[in-house]
T-cell receptor
Framework: EDQVTQSPEALRLQEGESSSLNCSYT??????LFWYRQDPGKGPEFLFT???AGEEKEKERLKATLTKKESFLHITAPKPEDSATYLC????????????FGPGTSLSVIP | NAGVTQTPKFQVLKTGQSMTLQCAQD?????MSWYRQDPGMGLRLIHY???????DQGEVPNGYNVSRSTTEDFPLRLLSAAPSQTSVYFC?????????????FGPGTRLTVT
């Protein structure tokens, strides 16, 4: 069964304290892995798409990496405005339009 | 561009009532979809459409109907609301081109069924 898990469920960081969020997946035929950011009361906002193992993408203080079994979202020197829930999703299998989301990691950055 | 818009933002229904959640996008996206988001669970796909006149079921379609008469609009109908349908509903859209899977989400509709 296709599945996406994320860890930790919640993470509290001091401002400037770098860390990583994990997204593990078991799917047949990965077509793409996505990271989204979701602020409270709002819809998810697209961050990155990764297509193959070894690929990396960066945006400001965020860097996403992909291996054959998992993806990491590295946050370097986070600021309070980075506080949000980060969602991981995969496009998988033979169904072109099937996207599976993980439950998310809630990140709080304390000043 | 307004992007993806959803109405209403909040709704309270009684068990057995029906209603339609509205979704519209102005980006000429072929692909539109509806998700529900529940605490501790990922977004789950309800229904999706790859173009006007074409719809298909997602992971949790029971109790919901959709139609796609235009490229811009993709309404979600609750036929007979149940407490299990209490959730936050998101509409999303993207181009169908396989070179980009970037989805744009609406602000959501928070639905409570009593």
């Amino acid at each position: 069964e296709d599945q996406v898990t994320q860890s930790p469920e919640a993470l509290r960081l001091q401002e400037g304290e770098s860390s990583s969020l994990n997204c593990s997946y078991t799917v047949s035929g990965l077509r793409g892995l996505f990271w989204y950011r979701q602020d409270p009361g709002k819809g998810p906002e697209f961050l990155f798409t990764l297509y193959s193992a070894g690929e990396e993408k960066e945006k400001e203080r965020l860097k996403a990496t992909l291996t054959k079994k998992e993806s990491f979202l590295h946050i370097t020197a986070p600021k309070p405005e980075d506080s949000a829930t980060y969602l991981c999703a995969v496009q998988a299998g033979t169904s072109y339009d099937k996207v599976i989301f993980g439950p998310g990691t809630s990140l709080s950055v304390i000043p | 561009n307004a992007g993806v818009t959803q109405t209403p933002k909040f709704q309270v229904l009684k068990t057995g009532q029906s209603m339609t959640l509205q979704c519209a996008q102005d980006m000429n996206h072929e692909y539109m979809s509806w998700y529900r988001q529940d605490p501790g669970m990922g977004l789950r796909l309800i229904h999706y459409s790859v173009g006007a006149g074409i719809t298909d079921q997602g992971e949790v379609p029971n109790g919901y109907n959709v139609s796609r008469s235009t490229t811009e609009d993709f309404p979600l109908r609750l036929l007979s609301a149940a407490p299990s349908q209490t959730s936050v509903y998101f509409c999303a859209s993207r181009f169908r081109d396989r070179s980009s899977y970037e989805q744009y989400f609406g602000p959501g509709t928070r639905l409570t069924v009593t």
